[in-house]
Nanobody, 122 residues
C-alpha cells in the first residue's frame, strides 16, 4: 500500500488548510486511517483517526473542535480539514493506514505516507 499525502503549506495563524491522503489500493477502504504529526525536536503524535466506514472518529484533545477527519472510500482518500490553525500546529503531517478497521492512537499502523509540511506563522 502506498499513501500519498498533500495539501500542506504556509498559512497565517487562524487560517485553514485541507490535507489529503490518497491510497494506492482500493482495499484500504476496509481499514481505519489516521493522521499524525511530528514537530521539530518532538515525538510523532496522533492527531485523528477514522474507521473504515467513517462511523468511529478519534481526535486528539489538542485539535478537537478545530480539525476534522473524513474519508471518501470511492476515491481511496482521507482528508484532514484544519481550521483555526495555531503556530503550535506547525509540523510534518503524515497519514497512515491502520492494521484494523478502526484507527485510534493505540492502533497499529503498518503503512505510512511521506508526510506534508504544515507551517503556521504568528
Amino acid at each position: 500500500v502506498q499513501l500519498q499525502a498533500s495539501g500542506g503549506g504556509l498559512v497565517q495563524a487562524g487560517g485553514s488548510l485541507r490535507l489529503s491522503c490518497v491510497a494506492s489500493r482500493r482495499t484500504s477502504s476496509n481499514n481505519g486511517m489516521g493522521w499524525f504529526r511530528q514537530a521539530p525536536g518532538k515525538e510523532r503524535e496522533f492527531v485523528a483517526g477514522i474507521a473504515w466506514n467513517g462511523g468511529l472518529i478519534n481526535t486528539a484533545d489538542s485539535v478537537k473542535g478545530r480539525f476534522t477527519i473524513s474519508r471518501d472510500n470511492a476515491k481511496n482518500t482521507v482528508f484532514l480539514q484544519m481550521n483555526s490553525l495555531k503556530p503550535e500546529d506547525t509540523a510534518v503531517y503524515y497519514c497512515a493506514q491502520s492494521r484494523t478497521a478502526v484507527a485510534g492512537s493505540g492502533s497499529g499502523y503498518p503503512y505510512w505516507g511521506q508526510g506534508t509540511q504544515v507551517t503556521v506563522s504568528s
